[in-house]
């Protein structure tokens, strides 16, 4: 298991700044004169301590830990007067961000790829797909409509993404799935193992009871069958899951509302129409 | 349960390729060969899940579906990491059927019935195992449910968090589990909830017709009768139900079910099945039929509910008319009939509702109503 610690490294995540911080609150400063920092949102915030918190347990482990997250934050197209804002913003909150890119709107994908992004995470599930399409793990930040504590990372995976195989991925095109939209969803899958693999390596090192880190799989739409693949392919990638969900067409929301993930791989498939209209 | 764990994999759908795995390890390929995935979505054969609002939806925890007492054991003895590591290392062998298993079998013989009648209605019973489970058990009960040829397609394994909030995602009609405390707080939520028990002996149960067995107090009615009887004893009880004959007694837990139950029974009636409904409801009660008894089926009238059967019994046992009907299920809130019905191998679960709860029934006294 050493040479794991050698060749992983920090797990980095990219945030981008607009998800962070209100931008009302951030447009009503440069009207103004005064200097009150930006508001962070709720979600971004309980992702953020979440994400700390599942550091400070691994640390608490393993002092010389190298396999812990990385949250950099990426502002596209700002003035002089916000970009100093944030960095003040996140020095008030305590927000555990390890770096800052201010970059142009068109550098979004290099500067992901550059740093090594092991995950982009957006609330647009549009911009989610887009980089998903270059092949860059990319994952929904999704609302967290309380701010209630969450002492536990939550991460659910697309048990559809997973679980279906190659081959019958391509079957999804009876489904009204375009070819772009299937070739993303094959993206989408290669890009989960990557960050699979490490975040697998990470829950392991917590029992089943009281880990900050929780992994979920959440089958929308296929058979139990595909489900039973999905959880058996995670396995086999190292990552043991602790919840599952299946839900054979019904809709989403109001079961991520109990469960209250915050990073939903969806590889783009519930971006769709609405699937159980299909006769 | 000594299955041919290289046999688990047959599920509902022609499987052309399928070369299930009989160890863990090599798991890989046949999943991915399998074709069955495609044709389970194209096929027009398996029938899509209704949309949870317009169907009845009953959740079941995997600990009334199926048997699972060994894996209770480790559990309990060894700790969860030793349960799961049980669990992934006999994930090929299924599970055998627990007490709910029939009634969720008759559920699924009904809802053949209902799709041949109306094609292309969503007003059905669906099935969703809710277990507080971890999903690492999640493959061997997948391969159960498989191996039984049962028709669940929705699942929530919580892996330790509580039902409850799924239950309501769900719009859950009922809920069945083996955990008393997950069934109160699903009352308490206005969830239909019955905690259910393994008999013995099972007697046999119709496969052609799903029988659902009601009390009548502090079940399908509010406890308020159970109160007056326990506080000031039978007499007090009789002048009572006397003096409110006309007026109508408060709903209880499973009011809501019985009528959801109604529902799709006026459906076959509609369609000329009334002699030969696959779903007949019975009222147990031990309410006797010349006094007390009038004011249950005066409420039952109002409500606009129709029972199959009323069976009162003016105190006399249950067990032996349990044994009878013979019921898929039957809901009581007094432990005791249940404990009575279930040593007869009738299905019996308990409602923990009311006022039996703070002061259960004395084996001594076998007072009548």
Redesign the interface.
Same mark, same amino acid.
């Given at each position: 298991m050493e040479d794991e610690k050698n060749h992983t490294g920090p797990l980095m995540i990219a945030l981008q700044y607009n998800d962070l911080f209100d931008l009302d609150s951030i447009s009503a400063m440069t009207a103004s004169t005064n200097t009150d920092d930006a508001v962070p949102k709720d979600r971004a915030v309980t992702f953020i301590k979440a994400v700390q918190i599942v550091n400070e347990r691994l640390v608490e482990q393993n002092k010389t830990e190298s396999l812990l997250f990385e949250v950099i934050l990426i502002a596209k197209e700002c003035s002089e007067e916000i970009k100093m804002n944030i960095v003040e913003s996140v020095k008030y909150y305590g927000l555990e961000i390890v770096k800052i890119f201010f970059c142009k709107k068109e550098e979004l994908i290099n500067t992901l790829q550059l740093n090594n992004v092991k995950l982009f995470l957006s609330t647009d599930k549009d911009d989610v797909y887009e980089v998903l399409h270059i092949g860059i793990p990319a994952a929904v930040l999704y609302e967290q409509s309380d701010d209630h504590v969450l002492n536990q990372l939550k991460v659910i995976f697309s048990g559809d993404v997973i679980g279906f195989s190659e081959d019958s991925l391509d079957s999804l095109s009876d489904f009204g799935f375009s070819e772009t939209q299937i070739e993303t969803f094959k993206e989408a899958k290669i890009c989960m193992k990557e960050f699979a693999v490490l975040i697998g390596q990470m829950r392991r090192k917590f029992g089943q009871e009281n880990s900050p880190l929780c992994i979920c799989v959440l089958t929308a739409w296929g058979s139990t069958n595909v489900c039973a693949s999905a959880l058996k392919t995670l396995r086999e990638w190292g990552l043991d899951v602790d919840e599952a969900f299946c839900l054979a067409g019904a809709p989403c929301s109001p079961i991520l509302a109990v469960v209250k993930p915050h990073i939903l791989w969806d590889g783009g498939l519930h971006n769709m129409r609405d699937l159980s209209a299909h006769s | 349960m000594s299955l041919d764990p290289v046999q688990v994999m047959k *599920?509902q759908d022609p499987m052309p390729n399928t070369c299930p795995s009989a160890s863990n390890g090599d798991?890989?390929a046949s999943?991915? $060969? =399998?074709? $069955? /995935?495609?044709e %389970? +979505?194209?096929s027009t054969k398996?029938p899509? =899940?209704p949309?949870?609002e317009n169907a009845v939806t009953i959740a079941v925890s995997s600990r009334v579906l199926f048997r699972t007492e060994k894996e209770q054991k480790v559990f309990e003895q060894k700790g969860? +990491?030793e349960y799961?590591r049980y669990q992934v290392e006999h994930e090929n062998e299924p599970f055998a059927p627990g007490p709910a298993f029939p009634f969720v079998k008759a559920l699924e013989t009904v809802n053949n019935r209902l799709r041949e009648l109306y094609p292309d209605s969503e007003e059905l019973f669906d099935i969703v195992l809710v277990t507080y489970n971890?999903?690492?058990v *999640? /493959?061997r009960l /997948? %391969?159960t449910? %498989?191996y039984h040829n049962l028709f /669940?397609?929705?699942?929530?394994?919580?892996? *330790? =968090?509580s039902p409850i *909030?799924?239950l309501?995602?769900?719009h859950t009609n009922l809920y069945l589990s083996a955990d008393a405390e997950k069934v109160q707080e699903a009352l308490a939520e206005g969830i239909a909830a019955a905690t259910m028990f393994m008999p013995e002996k099972q007697i046999e149960v119709s496969e052609t017709q799903l029988r659902v067995a009601f009390d009548g107090d502090a079940v399908l009615f509010s406890d308020e009768s159970e109160r007056i009887f326990k506080a000031h004893g039978l007499d007090k009880f009789f002048e009572h139900e006397r003096e409110n004959e006309n007026r109508l007694l408060d709903h209880g837990p499973l009011k809501g079910f019985l009528e959801v139950l109604g529902k799709l029974q006026k459906k076959f009636y509609a369609k000329g099945h009334r002699m030969d409904c696959p779903i007949r409801t019975y009222l147990v009660t031990a309410r006797s039929a010349a006094s007390s008894g009038i004011r249950a089926l005066k409420t039952l009238r109002a409500w606009g509910l129709e029972m199959d059967e009323a069976l009162f019994l003016a105190g006399a046992p249950k067990g032996p008319m349990l044994e009878k009907i013979r019921p898929h299920i039957y809901f009581d809130d007094q432990m005791f009939h249940v404990e009575g019905a279930v040593e007869m191998g009738a299905i019996a679960a308990h409602v923990p509702y009311g006022i039996a709860q703070k002061y259960p029934h004395k084996k001594s006294t076998n007072a009548g109503k």
């Open positions: - | *599920g798991s890989q999943w991915d $060969d =399998s074709k $069955d /995935i495609h %389970n +979505e194209g398996k899509k =899940s949309k949870p969860i +990491e799961l971890h999903a690492h *999640g /493959i /997948i %391969n449910i %498989n /669940i397609e929705r699942f929530c394994m919580t892996g *330790g =968090s *909030g799924y309501k995602a769900w």
